[in-house]
Structure formats: structure tokens, C-alpha cells
């Protein structure tokens, strides 16, 4: 693709994704509806996709990211929900979809009929988990979602390959199948656990920020070329350095922390809205590549696997959530009560995205025998209104769903009265080793400063607090609302001034920009106070 067109997409897709916080709808679906309408615009590139650059260039970063922001600890406690999903759910789908569609569309082969079951499998939460959190979800299911998210890919592109060996006359068999499933699971997080400890004790060794963030964005792509290379699953080795990385940020460097989470969010923010108006881009195409089947024959197929693909998702859902509890009383200690509202909420968030699409463009045109593959054509159709289908439908419909159920969400006051307690042991730890430090003659301080110190860390402690008293009356804002807003614009005084000298040229700009930065880390920690 030439630069300008990619420039162009990139472009508006981040215009796109940005209009799309000013108004009630997720972005993803605003994005792949101006997709869905460009793809018909003359003039419009064609923005072909392709998965030999989806699956191991977007992929990756999407994952790490994901990965970064969960919480290993979280994943840990509900390592039985998100399994079931991730891989039972994943191969269950693989088999009844398939079946399913098997039946429903005519002439059909079995073989290319489990490929599409296998292709529709794997649920994208992206958007799921953007609206549980933006609409306050209680955490465990916002977890289960993201776990999901995770390692499903994994499954359904392990599912499609044993499928696709059996649909172009490769020999597959259930051993065989089940072999090349233990590789990939076992090889993906073998070579995850074998990259993690190196990669992190070499990020805690780098002393610069910019090497350290460097190395942090090819993180990634190493460890998904690594497992890729052995025949592993690059997206769990991935999922798995990813995690322990995150897991063991405390020990990197603040400097690089801050970088860190600035650059991966941009890149985040960047690559998901192109991926969902990728999805809309490919409409015109997958339409002309029908060939002999008939627009209306065909979408009659599609609403069927749509409904298919709906239904099986509550089928397994259901069962996989109530029966272990029902036959295991160490489950039902363990864990949470629950009721028939959260399998729903997870039921409808099966939302399919990119990877479902870039698995069947990558399905061959011809099998083994140098026969066309049967039904390609179709089988590209129907993953793309699967995919737009459950975006449009249960993309629209969760958030009102969520409400509708009134699901008890996260209690504010309680996590702001234990983010208090916490702060508060902190601070009176941090309080008795400065006392222990000024004791020794080395670190001597005068006064002032040493009492500048106290009362940084007393600014810690009662900042919390603060959010928990009484509010001003007339402005509404707590005590440490209106102490942030004062610091921020005396901070902003200070950066008017410092312009100001520069431009008498009584200040040069090198020194301005250290100027600047002082202030620019002092209004970050202000802002983070507060967030």
C-alpha cells in the first residue's frame, strides 16, 4: 500500500474514533459503519485486508496492550470462567456453528462448513469491555470478558488450521488435531515463560527511558515471532509476557513507566479505530467475490449463521456458568454467588471482530488436489455479516441491556475509602524511613526542606481522604478538587512566565524545555492525584 492512502486511513480513522467520544455510540461502530459507507465512495482506496499483516503486526500490539492493562491476579481467580470461554466455548462453537451452517446452506461441504465455525468462533471484546467499563460493570465480569478476549484468538486460529488441513485434503485426524492443539497451547506459553524473565530483568538494566520504551514496543513482535517460528501460539506467548510484564511494572524505572503507558495508549488508540474501519472497508469487496451466489440467497445463509451464532454462545454460557457450581461445593466456596443476569450480560457480549475476518481471508484459494476451494467465497461473506451483525445488533443493544438490568456496579466509596487506606500505610511507612534517614549525618537536610518532605508525604495521605469529606457549596468541589485546581494554575502562571523570558530571549530554549518538563511532571502527578 502506497504511504498516502495509509496515511489517509490512519487519519480518519483517529477523526472517526474522536467524534465517536461526543456521542452515545461505542466507536467501534461508528467506525465500521463510516467504513461500511466509504467502501463505496469513488475515489476510495482499496483497502484490501490482509492477514499476513493483521495477524502478525496488528495483532500483537493489541494484545500487549490488553494484556498490560489486566490484572494477572484478577485472571488468576477467575482462571475457570475465562477457560471455559477461551477454549471450551471457542472449540464448542467451532463445532455446532460449523454443523449448523453445515445444514443450513446447501451443498455446503462439512469440511469448509467446520473452517467457517472455526473462522466466527472467537468472540472480539474490545468493544465489550470498552462499554462494561465505561457504564461501570461489576469487575469479575469485566475480567471474564477480557481473560476471554485474550486467549481465545489462540484457540480459534489452532481450531482453524486442524479444520482447514482436513477442508484442502491435508489428512487432518482427531489425534492429529488434538496434537497440533497441545503445540500450540503448551509451545505458545512455554516460550512466554521463557521470554518473560529476560525480557524484564533487561528493562529493569536499561537506564534510558527512550531504550527502554523502544525495547517495550518490539516486545510483542519477538515474542510472537519466537513461538510463531517453533509452530507455537504467538498470541498466548504474547498474552504471557505481556501479563508478567505488567505484573512486574512497579520495578521499571518511573520514568519509563510514564512514557510507557502514554505511547502504548496512543498506539492502542490508533490501531483499534483502523482495525474496526478495516472491517467496514471490505464490504465492496467481499460482495464482488460472491460470484455465483446471489446477494439475497446469500444473505438469507447469513442471517441464519448470525442467529446460529448467537444462540450457541447462550448455550454454552449458561450451563458452563450454573453447572460446576451445582456439581462442585469447593466452586460454589470459592466463588462468587451469581444470578441468570451475568451469563446473560457475557452471552450478548460475543461480539466478532478483525481476527475473525483476517483468519478467512487467509483461507487458500485452491485444496491439495488443485480443486477450488468450495464455497470461499461464501464462507468470506458469511464471517463478514457475522462480524457486522453482532457489532451492529448486540454492539447497540449491550449498553441499553446493562442498564435495563441494573447489575450492581462498582461501589466508588468503597474503592476511594480503601485507595485512603492504602495511601495512608504507605505514607506512614514512607514517614518512619525518612525519620531513619535523617538520623544519619550524610543525609542531613535544613529544616525547611526536611519539613517540605513531611508534608508532601501528609499531602499524600489526606489527599484521599479529602475526596471522601464534605464538598464547597458553592463550586462543588471537594477540598482536593479545588487544591488541584489551584496547583495546576499556578503551574500554568509559572509556564506563561517561562515563555514569556524565552521570547525577551532572557532564557534560551534549552533551558526553557527543563523548565517546562519540572512543570509538565509536577501537573501529571497533580493530575493523577485526582484521577
Known amino acids: 500500500m ?22 452515545p455510540i461505542p466507536a467501534p461502530l461508528l467506525l465500521v459503519t463510516a467504513g461500511l459507507i466509504a467502501s463505496y465512495v469513488p475515489g476510495v482506496p482499496d483497502y484490501h485486508l490482509d492477514p499476513h499483516i493483521v495477524l502478525p503486526l496488528l495483532l500483537p500490539p493489541l494484545l500487549h496492550t490488553a494484556a498490560l492493562d489486566s490484572s494477572y491476579l484478577d485472571l488468576r481467580a477467575n482462571i475457570r470462567p475465562v477457560a471455559l470461554l477461551s477454549v471450551g466455548y471457542v472449540l464448542f462453537a467451532t463445532l455446532a456453528v460449523g454443523y449448523l451452517a453445515y445444514l443450513i446452506v446447501p451443498d455446503l461441504p462439512l469440511t469448509a462448513a467446520l473452517v467457517l465455525g472455526a473462522v466466527v468462533a472467537p468472540p472480539d471484546a474490545v468493544a465489550a469491555t470498552a462499554i462494561a467499563r465505561r457504564l461501570g460493570l461489576p469487575n469479575r465480569i469485566t475480567t471474564i470478558l477480557q481473560g476471554e478476549s485474550l ?10 488450521k486442524v479444520a482447514l488441513a482436513a477442508a484442502v485434503g491435508q489428512g487432518a485426524s482427531w489425534a492429529g488435531g488434538l496434537g497440533e492443539f497441545a503445540l500450540a497451547s503448551l509451545g505458545g506459553i512455554g516460550v512466554g515463560l521463557v521470554l518473560m524473565i529476560p525480557i524484564h530483568w533487561l528493562r529493569t538494566r536499561l537506564k534510558e527511558a527512550l531504550l527502554q520504551n523502544t525495547l517495550s514496543l518490539l516486545i510483542p513482535f519477538i515474542a510472537y515471532a519466537a513461538a510463531e517460528e517453533v509452530h507455537a501460539s504467538g498470541v498466548l506467548a504474547v498474552v504471557v509476557v505481556a501479563l508478567y510484564l505488567g505484573h512486574h511494572s512497579s520495578q521499571v524505572d518511573f520514568a519509563t513507566r510514564l512514557q ?63 453447572l460446576p457450581r451445582a456439581l462442585s461445593r469447593r466452586i460454589r466456596q470459592r466463588e462468587p454467588d451469581t444470578t441468570w443476569r451475568a451469563p446473560l450480560i457475557v452471552g450478548w457480549a460475543g ?80 514517614e518512619q524511613r525518612l525519620q531513619e534517614l535523617l538520623t544519619d549525618e550524610r543525609n542531613a537536610l535544613p529544616q525547611p526542606l526536611a519539613d517540605r518532605l513531611r508534608s508532601v508525604l501528609e499531602r499524600r495521605r489526606n489527599a484521599v481522604w479529602e475526596r471522601l469529606g464534605s464538598v464547597n457549596e458553592i463550586t462543588g468541589e471537594s477540598a482536593d478538587d479545588t487544591y488541584r485546581r489551584l496547583a495546576r494554575e499556578m503551574i500554568a502562571t509559572e509556564r506563561d512566565v517561562f515563555v514569556e523570558l524565552r521570547n525577551r530571549r532572557r532564557i534560551d530554549d534549552e533551558m526553557m524545555r527543563t523548565l517546562l518538563r519540572r512543570l509538565d511532571l509536577e501537573e501529571a502527578a497533580a493530575y493523577r492525584e485526582g484521577a
Open 260 to 322: 510507557e503507558a502514554a505511547v502504548w495508549k496512543m498506539v492502542s488508540f490508533v490501531l483499534e479505530s483502523v482495525v474496526f474501519a478495516l472491517i467496514g472497508l471490505q464490504l465492496a469487496f467481499v460482495v464482488e467475490e460472491l460470484g455465483e451466489y446471489g446477494v439475497g440467497e446469500s444473505l438469507w445463509y447469513a442471517a441464519g449463521v448470525f442467529v446460529t451464532v448467537v444462540v450457541v454462545r447462550f448455550v454454552w454460557v449458561y450451563p458452563a456458568t450454573f
Open 2 to 23: 502506497e504511504a498516502l492512502p495509509l496515511v489517509g486511513l490512519i487519519a480518519a480513522s483517529a477523526a472517526v474514533a474522536g467524534a465517536a467520544r461526543r456521542t
Open 151 to 160: 486467549v481465545n484468538d489462540a484457540t480459534a486460529i489452532t481450531a482453524y
Open 351 to 430: 461480539m466478532r471482530g478483525v481476527v475473525s475476518l483476517a483468519i478467512a481471508f487467509s483461507i487458500p484459494l485452491t485444496m491439495a488436489d488443485g480443486e477450488a476451494f468450495p464455497a470461499r467465497n461464501l464462507v468470506l461473506f458469511l464471517t463478514f455479516t457475522t462480524v457486522i451483525g453482532t457489532l451492529v445488533v448486540q454492539g447497540l443493544s449491550l449498553p441499553p441491556l446493562i442498564r435495563a438490568l441494573k447489575l450492581p456496579g462498582r461501589d466508588v466509596h468503597a474503592e476511594t475509602l480503601a485507595e485512603a487506606q492504602a495511601q495512608s500505610e504507605a505514607s506512614t511507612a514512607a
